[in-house]
C-alpha cells in the first residue's frame, strides 16, 4: 500500500507524505473503503464524476490512455460512458491501489496550480483539502473568508456543502463553525501531527474501515469514546484560543472527491472538543491562510474553475 502510494507521487509529482496522510484520513489505508452516503469509494474516496474526470483527463499521461478514451465530456457537464461494463471497469480501478495513488496526485496537482493562480503563493495542505473537498471554487471562498472575516459561518457562504456535511460545518451542540474554524480543522492531520514515518509505521498494523451507518463526515472530527483534544499538539492549539498567545502558522495539508460541490463520508476519526469560541479571529491562534505576496498586490484573479469532487 505504502509503496503505492509512493510510486503515485513520483509520477505525479505530488508529495508522498501528503498523499500518505490523505489516504490515512480517507480510508484508513483500505483501498476496498466505500462510504455509505455517497459513491465515494477508495483509497482517497473518489466520487464516481471525479474518478471519471481525473481518469479523462489525466489518464494518457499515466499510461491509461484506453480507459481514458471510453469516457465523453458532456456539453451540460460531468463525465459519462457509452457501455456500461466499460464504465464499471474504470470506476473499479478506485480500488486499485496504484492507479487510486496516481490519480490522487494528479488531482492534487491541478488543484495545486489553480489555486496558486487565483492565491498568489502556493498552498498549503489546509488549502489543497479544502480543494479536495470543496471544489476549487468552494476552497477559495474559504480561505479568502478565512482572511477577511474569520468569525463568519462557514455555511454562510457554502450552504450547499454545509447540508451534505453538516458533521464538518457544524459541531455537536449545532453551532456553525467559522471560516476560521473550518479551515484551521481542514489542516489538521488525523489524530495527530504525525511525520509521514509514523503513518508508514502504523499502515503495518492491521486497520479497519468500518464507521456507524449514518455516521458522516462527523466521524472525522470526533469520537463517542473521547470529548476532548486528541493529542497534546491539539490541545495547544485550541488552549491558546483566545489568549493572544502563540503563532497563527498555517498548517498545510491535502482534498477528496464528489460528484456536486459536496463530500462523501470520511472515515478516519479525529477529536474536536465540544464546545469551541464562537466568534474566532486572527488574534485567537487559528491557523489561517499565508498572506498573499506583496508583489502581486491586490486580491488576485479568480480561478474560473468549478467543484473538483462532492455530491451530497
Known sequence: MIDAIRQGAEKTGAAFEYLLSTAQRESSLNPSAKAGSSSATGLFQFIEQTWLGVMKQDGPSLGLGSYADAITARGSGG??????????????????????????????????????AALGREPNKADLYAAHLLGVRGALTLIRNAETAPGRSAAADLPDAASGNRGLFYDRAGRARSASELYAVLGTSPGSPAPASTLVAQANAPTAYAPEAGSGIGTLFQTDARRGPVSDSVARLWGNRGSGGGGNAAQSYFPRSSERPLVAAASVSVTLPAAAPATPDAADGVPLPPPRPPEYGGRGRSAALGPTSLES
Request: glycine share 2%; charged share 25%.
Open 79 to 116: 463525465y459519462t460512458v457509452s457501455d456500461p461494463a466499460a464504465r464499471q471497469a474504470i470506476l473499479d480501478l478506485r480500488r486499485d491501489p496504484e492507479v487510486a495513488s496516481a490519480m490522487a496526485g494528479a488531482l492534487t496537482r491541478r488543484n495545486a496550480d489553480a489555486l496558486s
